[in-house]
Nanobody, 123 residues
């Protein structure tokens, strides 16, 4: 599975961005997916995760109520709608897939990673 994340950019505080993650190589309908982010000098952390059926989602406390994860299995694409962005959301955002249908909060359990897309929120 190859993953490509895109949609990042520079936005002002309070603005919105929509990230997309396109998968290719094989169907990912049985794969749980997740978005992670890594700020300068920080560990890569979970932002949100979604099961293959979309029945289950998980959000980091820091983004609950502002971010929404979704996926379209027919298009092999996952999304992250980010609203009310804050400077502390500035990071490189990565999409990831794991060869299990259930979600995981732990980056160690993801098997495939995209290249990352930069999100910068100016104050």
């Amino acid at each position: 599975v190859q993953l490509q994340a895109y949609g990042g950019g520079l936005v002002q505080t309070g603005g919105s961005l929509r990230l997309s993650c396109a998968a290719s190589g094989r169907t990912f309908s049985n794969y749980a997916m997740g978005w992670f982010r890594q700020g300068p000098g920080e560990e890569r952390e979970i932002v949100a995760a979604i099961s293959w059926s979309t029945s289950y989602t998980h959000y980091a406390d820091s983004v609950k109520g502002r971010f929404t994860i979704s996926r379209d299995n027919a298009k092999n694409t996952m999304y992250l709608q980010m609203n009310i962005l804050k400077p502390e959301d500035t990071a490189v955002y990565y999409c990831a897939a794991r060869s299990r249908s259930s979600i995981s909060y732990d980056k160690r359990y993801y098997d495939y990673w995209g290249q990352g897309t930069q999100v910068t929120v100016s104050s």
